[in-house]
Every structure is written in C-alpha cells, then in structure tokens.
C-alpha cells in the first residue's frame, strides 16, 4: 500500500501539470530559489567577519548580595 506503480505518478504529474502549467511551476521554484538565496545571503551578511561584533553585556553584583543571607547567618 506503501508504494505506487510508475503509471500512478506519471498520471499524478500529468495532472499537476495540466493544472498548473508549465510555465507556471518553472515560476514557482524560481521564486523558491530566489528566496532561499536570499535566505542564505541574509545569513552570511549577519556572520559578516568585517562587521564589528557588538560587546557582551556586563554584568553587575548587587551590593545587597554581597551581604550574607539570614539562611548563611544561620548556619555560621
């Protein structure tokens, strides 16, 4: 059940093709292309090694957590 003979998909091309035309499937996944090109393009441009990296934030301690907890003063 799993598998379909050459003739079923011969005819489910021959309907798609009939549906939608040539023309307008070739249109289709040249727009396809184009947009993962793009897709691609806007990557790379992201992981530019040219591109100054932005610097990571910092971190700063709160005074009051320098301070010892009432569990730690509990404990000695």
């Given at each position: 059940?799993?598998?379909?003979?050459?003739?079923?998909?011969?005819?489910?091309?021959?309907?798609?093709?009939?549906?939608?035309?040539?023309?307008?499937?070739?249109?289709?996944?040249?727009?396809?292309?184009?947009?993962?090109?793009?897709?691609?393009?806007?990557?790379?441009?992201?992981a530019a090694p040219g591109s100054p990296a932005a610097p990571p934030p910092q971190v700063t301690q709160n005074p009051q957590a320098a301070?010892?907890?009432?569990?730690?003063?509990?404990?000695?």
């Amino acid at each position: 059940m799993g598998s379909f003979s050459l003739t079923h998909w011969l005819v489910v091309i021959l309907v798609i093709v009939l549906l939608f035309g040539r023309g307008r499937i070739s249109d289709l996944m040249g727009d396809f292309a184009k947009g993962i090109n793009s897709f691609k393009k806007g990557l790379n441009d992201d992981a530019a090694p040219g591109s100054p990296a932005a610097p990571p934030p910092q971190v700063t301690q709160n005074p009051q957590a320098a301070t010892k907890s009432p569990v730690e003063d509990a404990r000695g």
